[in-house]
Structure formats: C-alpha cells, structure tokens
C-alpha cells in the first residue's frame, strides 16, 4: 500500500515575489516524511484569494494538507476562511480562544501604551475555528488549527513565522484527532551518505550500475557546494531492504575515500565534535569569505568551547598587521596565493593561541581577475599540531557561489587534515 500524500501551500506575496525565501516548505515537507507521508507538492502562492483558494482546494484532496501562513489580525490573512471554503466548513467563533488571544493582546497594547481597541478587532478574527476543527496552540496571537477531514484526512494549517509554525508543529501533531491519519502512515527508512570529492555523474553512474531504484527504494543525490548527498528512502519489506543493501554497498565501495559522514550532520558541526574529542581549538583566518566560515561554526550550538575566533584579513594591510603576513611574501606572491594561504593560517594560529588553525584567501569576483589570478581562484592552508594541508582550485561561477563553496571546503579541509587524509 503507498503511503498517504501530504500537500504543502505555503502563502505569502513576499514569497512570490521573491522578497524572502521559503523556510517553512523544506520543514514541513521533511516532518511529513519523517511521519510517514509522501510530500507530493509544495505550493507556494501569494495573497490574492482566488490563488490561494485554489491551492487550499487542490491541497484538501490530499490525505494530509499543511498550511503556514495566513493565520495573522490583518486584512490578507485569510488563509482559515478559505480552507473552510475548501473544505465545506464553517468558521465558528471561539469564546475560549479569543479569552487567551485578548490576554496576550492587552499586554502587548500595555507595554506599547496603545489602546487595547486598536488590536480588539483582530482579536476576534484570529478566535475564529473551522467547525470540527481544534486550535492546537498559540504562537504569539497566532493560532495553530487542526482540522479533521472525512476519510482519515487533516488539514493542519499554522502561523508563517518559522519560528512559530515550529513552536506549533509538535502540539498540531500530537493532538488525539490526528491520531487516526497518523495510523494510517507507516514510516520508511532512511539511509544517508555524505561525500566530499567526487562528482556528482560519477556517483549517479555508480548508482545506476547497482540498478538503480525501485522495488521500494527511492534515491536522491544532490550536489551542494562541493558535497554530494545520497539519501536512500527504503519501504518497509525484505526485498526494498535487500536492493538498499545493494545500492549502499555499491557507493561505499566505490567512493568510501570521499565519505565524510552517514548521517545529516553538517560538516562544520562534524569538524567541531573532532576537535572536541581531541580537546583542540580552532580559529580562522579569512579574506574572501569574510567571515562565512566563522559563520557556519558559530551556528552550531555549543562550539565556543572549540572555535575560539577568527579574523577577517580582507586587506593587505590587515592580513600584515594583524595576521603577521611577511611584507616580502606579498609583495612576491600575491594576496591571492597558496604562500599567503600558509601565513595567514600560521598567523591565526599564533594570533587567536588555538591548535588548529584554516585560512581562505582568493579571487570571488566579478571583477579583480587577471590571468594569472582568474575569478575563482581560491587558495587554502589548515595547519595543527600535527602538520598543514594545502588545497587550490579554480572555479569561475558567481561571486556567492564561489564564497559559499570556499567555505565548505574550509571545513572539510579541517577535517581532513584532523582525520590524517
């Protein structure tokens, strides 16, 4: 039996216009698999009520339809009156609901010195229930509503802020009217490969010389800056379970040098529990990046007690100064070289007193290329306590590209000379 289909509208005009990226889609449609479901479609729509009407009534034919955004106190959320409309429901007022909505309101309207009459009127319409439906919980004014749908079927429909429809998600799910749909899902497997190193043809051709999918095993590989991600979802049964064993056993045998990982872990979060086990710090020194790699490991939580700084070298000037560059190793190399790469890593290291220490230096463009140094060109040291590796490559794309993909390799640079490649 295939597993029950969940259909995603997410709706915003900031959306659509391409003011703000999509969060909530990618989130959702991963609880929903990690459920059991199979996401068929994300729907990203704007405000104008007859777009968003239409996606909600394409959406509640699905076995499980989910919703963000729409739920606020102005004039364009309208996302409740339109799934009732989907659904052949009526809104119905909430007395309970509206109690809590007006509380958190008039402390709002307390600590702004306005008057509670400004949110009164918005209030009441975010205390409105689809009939059979449940408010799931409250983020900030916004409610989250589950509604149940004939057939073992739910819409569940929650707030636009992703820290919100995060905050909601939990209680939409666990609530007992969702209960008979969720016992209609059954949850796959999941296997997962992380590559460094390799192309991304090379490992589908790999894939596709073990058979491929099928037979209950569906594959997907991506490349995202410079990583391939394999992603094996396995049905439940011996056989999808057997042709996974096949497909698995083929890509570590062909590329086991370039497996970096077998779960979702990100490559800084990776480098940061090597570190930690060894009890060595880290610091960075960065030109072209500007930062990004400090970024990345800075966003994991916990990491201060392993990166302990880094430096934003974008000048000459700065990169002697501050990271002890030798004038001569400029003036002869270049900002741009794998010699400045070296000094400026054996400058963090002495500079931030860390054990470990990885330099990017390079040419990001669109401008400030030449033919000796092209857009593209970025040069790397990492150096310990156990020796240094350097790394070069030339690849001329868009400016953020190159940065973004200069900062993964920092990392696995990182961690490559950690783990003694």
């Known amino acids: 039996m295939s597993r029950p289909r ?23 449609a991963r609880q929903a698999l990690a459920l059991g479901f199979e996401p068929a479609r994300i729907s990203i729509v704007g405000d104008r009520p007859d777009e968003l009407a239409a996606a909600l009534a394409e959406g509640v034919r699905a076995d499980l339809c989910l919703v963000s955004g ?4 102005t ?35 307390e600590r702004t010195g306005r008057p509670y009459a400004v949110y009164a009127p918005g209030v009441r319409k975010q205390a409105l229930v689809p009939a059979g439906g449940f408010a799931v919980g409250l983020a900030g004014t916004a409610p989250g509503i589950l509604l149940p749908l004939p057939g073992d079927r739910a819409a569940i429909a929650l707030p636009g802020p992703p820290n919100e429809l995060k905050a909601l998600w939990p209680k939409a799910i666990a609530h007992p009217a969702f209960a008979p749909l969720l016992r209609r899902a059954e949850v796959p497997g999941r296997r997962v490969l992380r590559f460094y190193g390799v192309g991304e043809s090379l ?37 999808a379970r057997a042709r996974a064993d096949r497909i698995e056993q083929a890509l570590l045998a062909a ?55 880094g ?55 669109p401008g400030g290329g030449s ?3 092209p857009v593209g060109l970025v040069h790397f040291n990492a150096v310990g306590p156990g020796g240094a590796l350097a790394q070069s490559w030339v690849v001329p794309t868009d400016r953020e590209t190159i940065r973004r993909r200069a900062g993964a390799t920092a990392l696995h640079l990182v961690l490559q000379l950690l783990s003694g490649v």
């Open 255 to 309: 590329h086991s040098e370039q497996l970096f990982s077998r779960d979702e872990r990100p490559i800084e979060e990776l480098v940061l529990e090597l570190c930690r086990a060894r009890g060595l710090t880290l610091g960075a020194a960065e030109s072209c990046t500007g930062g990004l790699v400090g970024g990345r490991l800075t966003s994991v939580p916990g990491s201060s007690d392993v990166f302990l700084g």
């Open 75 to 109: 004039h364009d959320d309208r996302t409740l009156e339109l799934l009732c409309r989907a659904a052949g429901v009526e809104l119905m007022h909430d007395p309970e609901l509206e109690a809590r909505i007006e509380g958190i309101s008039r402390g709002y309207a």
């Open 371 to 373: 033919d000796d140094r």
């Open 311 to 365: 430096i934003v070298a974008y000048a000459n000037t700065v990169k002697a100064a501050v990271l002890g560059v030798p004038a001569e190793t400029l003036a002869a190399h270049g900002a741009v070289s794998a010699e400045t790469a070296a000094a400026m890593a054996q400058g963090a290291r002495r500079v931030l007193g860390v054990d470990v220490a990885v330099s990017v230096t390079g040419v990001a463009g």
């Open 203 to 239: 490992v589908a051709s790999t894939f596709a010389d073990a058979g491929g999918d099928g037979d209950g095993v569906e594959v997907t590989i991506c490349a995202r800056d410079f990583e391939i991600h394999v992603d094996l979802v396995v049905e439940p049964g011996e056989q």
């Open 70 to 73: 729409g739920l606020g106190p």
């Open 6 to 28: 969940a259909h995603l509208v997410v709706t915003g005009s900031e959306l659509v216009r391409g003011e703000r990226t999509d969060l909530n889609g990618p989130f959702l």
